[in-house]
């Protein structure tokens, strides 16, 4: 009987230890998948054109006039405006429910950064 145990257990350790283990299914030499895909970042790098200058220096002012708290980082202000563009691709008000999230503000001030947004950074017909 203990014998039996024994094996029962031993038999119960290697399949847990294989149910943990990675995998033999990938291609030799390829990169483990991930679950997260590209950042927004990245992916907004792909899909809008970079800012100019003065697209850059017009939403940073408007952001100023909406909460000069959010201006104080020039590039990650720019950055979650390229954001909001992408957002904006789903609809309006996701736009509006992730720039409150990411820029923790309420909504209301959010609706103003997504208004500047459109207006100096969102490429026409992008979203």
Known sequence: MRKVKMVTLLGLAALLAAGCSPGTDQTPG????????????????????QPDEAQKSGYLAAVK??????????DR???????????LKSSRDKAVRLAAQRDEVTPAVA???VAAAIKHLCPSGSY
Do not use: F, M, W
């Open 30 to 49: 390829a990169a483990p998948a991930t679950t997260q895909g590209p950042s927004l970042a990245a992916t907004a790098s792909r899909v809008l054109p």
């Open 65 to 74: 006039v909406i909460d000069p708290r959010l201006a104080e980082k020039p």
């Open 111 to 113: 609706e103003k950064l």
């Open 77 to 87: 202000a720019v950055s979650h405006g390229r954001d909001i563009c992408l957002d």
